[in-house]
C-alpha cells in the first residue's frame, strides 16, 4: 500500500494488547510482559473478558478501552482477528500487528481475505499475521516476544523469519549491538517488504537495514522502494532458499542458467542491496555498520605484530578481490625510521612479534595518515612478551586522533577477551579470526560498488538507438497470428537487424535444391542448418554442417541432414533449412547472450562464455534490464570469460563495446516487446572486429496469456528518477508516489534546470496537491 499509517507502527501514542493474559508462557503472556518492561511511556491498555492481573489496565473488551490505542497488538486466536480489526479500525486504530497464526489453507484464508477488508476500508495497516511482533527503540515499544530486550541503536531489521529476528537480537545484544526497529513481517498480508523499506528509508533513527528475505512478493514495489532506501543507506540482504528453482522445462540455455538464487542475486544487485550468504556474515556486516564504519575507498593494509597472521588476511582479501594498498616510498621512509631493522619493508606490515604497545601505536599512526591508505586492518598474535591488551589501549588511544577507519582482528581466545571488550567499547569494529574481519571490510567496500551501479540511471532508449518498433511487432503479430511457439530464424534475423543487432546473413530454404540456390545468393563458403519447431540443439540430431563450398556440396548436405534427422528425431516436423554465410573468426570467443522471464521479476537478461557446453562450464551471470552501456560493462566483467575477451598471448581483446552494445540492444528489444517471452543467442562470436550472431531462438507467446510482466527497475521508465538539491533538505531522490502521476512529475521536471528545481520544487513541497506528487528522500 505505501507508507501510510506505519508511522502508527513505530511512534504511537497509545497501545491495546488483546489477548494479554497471566497464563506464564503463553504469548499474550509474554508481549504483556515486554510491553511492560520496555518503559514505553503512551498510554497502554489489555484486552481480556477475564480481566487478568497484570500491573497494567485491563479491559473486557475493544469497545470498553478508555482510549482509542493507535496500535493494537493481537494475540488471540484467528477467528476472532476480522472481528477485532474491524471494531479497532472503526474506532479509529490505525495500526495492527496480528501475532496469531492460521491465515492460510482452505480455513485461513477466508480469514484473511475478511482481515484485510476490515483493515483497508479505514487503512488500518498490519503488520503479520503470524510474527513474532515489533520492537522499536526510539519508541520504547517492544509489541513482541522475543526473549530478549533490544538495546537502542540505528540499525534496522526487517525479517520473514521470526527465528532470525531472536537470533539477530541474540547475537547483537551480547556484542552491545543496538538496533532502531526489529520488525517480524510474517505472512506479509499487507505490510511488505516495500513498505518497510519505504518506510526506513527516510527514518531518521536508522542508519543501516538489515532484511532477511525468503520470498518477495510485490517486485516492482520492492525494486522501487529497495533502490531508493540503498541511495541512503546501506541495506542488507540475506536470502534463503526457502523456495527451490520451480523445475521448469529447460526449452533454452538462458531458461535452463536462470535459476531462482541467481535471480534473486541480480535483483539485489541492482537493488544496490548487498547480499550476504549466512547469518555469520551479517553479523561481520553488524560489526562495521553497528560501529558506524564506513570505508573511504578500497585500499588496506593490514598491521601485524605476526607475519603469518598478516598473510592469512592478506589471501582472504585477495580471494575476495579485494586491494591491499601499496605503501609509497614515502610511508616506507617514514616506518623506518619508527620500526625495528626487521619490520617486513611493505603491506602487510610486520611489526615483529615483540612489538610493544609504543611501537603498534607508532605504526598505526604512520598508517593513518598515509595518503595510500584507506583503512587499516590491525591484528595482534598472542604473545608472551607483550601484553595483547595494552596493545588494544595503544591502538584505541591513536584511533581517537583520526579519521580514517580502523578495524581490529586480535586473535586468541583468552589472551583476546579483554582487548575485544575495549575496541567494542570504544566502537572500533573487531572480529574473531582474520577470515572474518577481511569478510566484514569487503561488505563495505561492496556497499560503496554497489552505490556506483545504482547512480546508473539508463536512458530509456539506449543511445543512438533508433529501432523500427512498428516493424518488430508487425512481425511477432504475423508469427503468433501463425500459431507459433518460436520465431522463424529468418524472423529472428529480421528482428534483430531493427535492433541492430549484427547476425550472421540468413536465407531460408524449403527445399536441398532451394537451399543451393540460396547458397549461390549468398557466395562463398556457408552453413546449412535444419529448421523446425520441434528441435532445440540443431546439432545435437546433426542438424548443422559447417563451411559448404559450391551447389552440389550444399545439395548433398541438406539430402544428408534429412536423412539423418529422420533416424535421430523421426517425430520433428521439418520446415526446411537456413543457409547461412558462413563466419570465419577463428580467434573469435563464443558468448551466450539470453532472456527469461522469472515469474515474480519478469525479464532477466543472461551473459556468459557460450558454445555447446555452456551448461557445463556455467560461466553465465544475470542481470535486471534495463541496462546502458556502463551497467552493461560490469556485468560482463562479473564473468570468466571477460578475461578471455580482454585478449590474451597473440589473442586481440575483443571489441568490448561491441559486446556491451549487443546486450543494451537486446536488452532494449525485450523491453520493447512484451510477447518475446525468452530469448537464446548461442554463439554470438566476438572478436577485435565486432560481434555477430551465428545462432539465435526467440519464444513468443502473448503477454496477456502470460502470468509475467515487463518490468523496469522501477514503475516508472527509469529517467523518472530524479536528484535534486533542495533548500533547507540537501540533495534528494524524487520520484512519482504512483505510476499515474508519471506524466505530472516528468512535466514538473521537463523544463527545469537544477537551479530551478531548487527553488522551484521546495515552493512544490508546500503546496499541497503537489505534494502528492512526488515521493523525496534525503540522500545527504
Ligand atoms: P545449435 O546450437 O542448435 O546446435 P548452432 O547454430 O549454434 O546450432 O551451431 C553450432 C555451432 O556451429 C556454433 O556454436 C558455432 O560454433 C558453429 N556455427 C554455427 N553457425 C555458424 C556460422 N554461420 N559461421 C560459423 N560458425 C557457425
Ligand atoms: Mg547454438
Excluded at 521470526?162 to 556484542?175: F, N, Q, S
Excluded at 528475505?213 to 546501506?234: C, D, G, L, Q, Y
Excluded at 584507506?374 to 598474535?381: A, E, G, I, P
Amino acid at each position: 500500500m505505501s507508507t501510510r499509517n506505519l508511522e502508527y507502527l513505530f511512534r504511537p501514542q497509545s497501545i491495546a494488547l488483546i489477548g494479554a493474559t497471566d497464563h506464564l508462557h503463553a504469548v499474550g503472556n509474554v508481549v504483556a510482559r515486554n510491553l511492560l518492561a520496555s518503559g514505553f511511556e503512551g498510554a497502554l491498555a489489555g484486552v481480556n473478558p477475564h480481566l487478568p492481573n497484570l500491573g497494567l489496565p485491563v479491559y473486557p473488551d475493544v469497545a470498553s478501552v478508555p482510549f482509542v490505542p493507535d496500535l493494537a497488538v493481537i494475540c488471540t486466536p484467528a477467528p476472532t482477528v476480522p472481528g477485532l480489526i474491524e471494531e479497532l479500525a472503526t474506532r479509529g486504530t490505525k495500526a495492527a500487528i496480528v501475532i496469531s497464526a492460521g491465515f492460510s489453507g482452505v480455513e485461513g484464508e477466508p480469514l484473511r481475505q475478511r482481515m484485510l477488508e476490515a483493515a483497508g476500508k479505514h487503512l488500518l495497516r498490519i503488520v503479520g499475521p503470524n510474527c513474532l511482533g515489533v520492537l522499536s527503540t526510539p519508541a520504547k515499544l517492544n509489541g513482541s516476544f522475543a526473549h530478549v530486550a533490544a538495546k537502542r541503536g540505528r540499525i534496522a531489521m526487517v525479517t520473514q523469519s521470526g527465528a532470525i529476528l531472536t537470533t539477530v537480537l541474540d547475537w547483537a545484544t551480547a556484542r552491545g549491538i543496538g538496533f532502531s526497529h526489529l520488525v517480524s513481517m510474517g505472512d506479509m498480508s499487507d505490510v511488505d517488504f516495500g513498505d518497510m523499506l519505504d518506510y526506513l528509508a527516510s527514518d531518521a533513527e536508522t542508519d543501516a537495514i538489515i532484511l532477511y528475505i525468503e520470498a518477495v512478493t510485490h517486485a516492482r514495489k520492492f525494486m522501487s522502494a529497495a533502490r531508493a532506501a540503498a541511495r541512503v543507506k546501506p541495506v542488507i540482504a540475506i536470502k534463503s532458499g526457502r523456495h527451490p528453482a520451480a523445475a521448469k522445462a529447460a526449452l533454452s540455455h538462458t531458461g535452463a542458467l536462470a535459476g531462482s538464487d541467481a535471480v534473486y542475486e541480480a535483483v539485489l544487485r541492482r537493488a544496490g542491496i548487498l547480499r550476504v550468504k549466512t547469518l555469520e556474515e551479517v553479523f561481520d556486516a553488524l560489526e562495521t555498520l553497528g560501529m558506524g564504519y564506513v570505508p573511504h575507498g578500497e585500499k588496506l593494509a593490514i598491521l601485524t605484530n605476526g607475519g603469518g597472521a598478516g598473510v592469512l588476511a592478506t589471501d582472504a582479501l585477495l580471494d575476495l578481490d579485494g586491494t591491499l594498498a601499496e605503501l609509497s616510498p614515502a610511508t616506507i621512509t617514514t616506518l623506518n625510521a619508527a620500526m625495528p631493522l626487521t619490520w617486513s619493508h611493505g603491506d602487510p606490515i610486520d611489526i615483529i612479534g615483540d612489538a610493544p604497545p609504543e611501537r603498534y601505536a607508532a605504526a598505526l599512526k604512520i598508517l593513518l595518515d598515509a595518503p595510500e591508505v584507506d583503512t587499516v586492518l590491525v591484528m595482534n598474535c598472542p604473545t608472551a612478551v607483550a601484553s595483547s591488551s595494552d596493545a588494544a589501549r595503544a591502538v584505541i588511544d591513536t584511533c581517537a586522533a583520526a579519521h580514517r577507519t580502523v578495524i581490529t582482528n586480535w586473535l586468541g581466545a583468552l589472551a583476546a577477551e579483554e582487548a575485544r571488550a575495549l575496541f567494542t567499547a570504544a566502537k572500533i569494529p573487531t572480529y574473531e579470526t582474520p577470515d572474518e574481519a577481511v569478510r566484514g571490510f569487503m561488505h563495505m567496500v561492496r556497499y560503496r560498488r554497489a552505490q556506483d551501479t545504482l547512480m546508473q540511471v539508463p536512458a530509456a532508449l539506449a543511445e543512438g538507438m533508433h529501432p523500427d518498433r512498428a516493424k518488430a511487432h508487425a512481425l511477432i503479430e504475423d508469427a503468433l497470428s501463425r500459431g507459433l511457439t518460436w520465431l522463424p530464424p529468418q524472423d529472428v534475423a529480421a528482428l534483430f537487424a531493427y535492433y541492430a543487432i549484427p547476425v550472421a546473413r540468413s536465407l531460408f530454404a524449403a527445399t536441398p535444391k532451394d537451399a543451393a540456390a540460396c547458397a549461390k545468393k549468398i557466395g562463398g563458403p556457408v552453413v546449412l542448418k535444419i529448421v523446425s519447431q520441434d528441435i532445440v540443439h540443431k546439432s545435437d540430431v546433426g542438424g548443422v554442417a559447417l563451411d559448404l563450398m559450391g551447389s552440389a556440396a550444399v545439395t548433398a548436405a541438406a539430402q544428408a541432414m534429412l536423412d539423418h534427422i529422420a533416424q535421430a528425431a523421426p517425430n520433428a516436423r521439418i520446415d526446411g533449412f537456413l543457409v547461412q554465410e558462413m563466419v570465419d573468426r577463428p580467434n573469435a570467443t563464443e558468448l551466450i547472450l539470453g532472456m527469461t522471464e522469472d515469474k515474480t521479476f519478469g525479464p532477466i537478461m543472461l551473459f556468459g562464455r557460450g558454445g555447446t557446453a555452456v551448461e557445463v562450464i556455467a560461466d553465465t551471470t544475470l542481470a535486471m534490464p534495463p541496462l546502458n552501456m556502463a551497467l552493461a560493462h560490469t556485468v560482463i566483467a562479473r564473468t570468466q570469460v571477460a578475461k578471455a575477451l580482454r585478449g590474451y598471448r597473440d589473442r586481440k581483446p575483443a571489441d568490448m563495446d561491441a559486446v556491451a552494445g549487443a546486450l543494451v540492444k537486446l536488452t532494449q528489444l525485450v523491453s520493447d516487446l512484451d510477447d518475446v517471452a525468452e530469448i537464446d543467442i548461442n554463439p554470438l562470436l566476438a572478436d577485435d572486429t565486432g560481434v555477430i550472431a551465428v545462432d539465435a531462438r526467440i519464444r513468443i507467446a502473448r503477454a496477456a496469456e502470460r502470468t509475467s510482466w515487463r518490468m523496469s527497475i522501477s514503475p516508472y521508465p527509469a529517467d523518472l528518477e530524479q536528484t535534486a538539491q533542495i533548500d533547507g533538505l540537501g540533495r534528494c531522490f524524487l520520484r512519482p508516489v504512483r505510476p499515474e502521476d508519471a506524466p505530472a512529475f516528468t512535466e514538473f521536471f521537463a523544463h527545469l534546470t537544477p537551479d530551478d528545481i531548487r527553488l522551484r520544487f521546495f515552493s512544490m513541497w508546500h503546496s499541497l496537491p503537489q505534494r502528492q506528487l512526488a515521493r523525496l528522500t534525503q540522500i545527504d
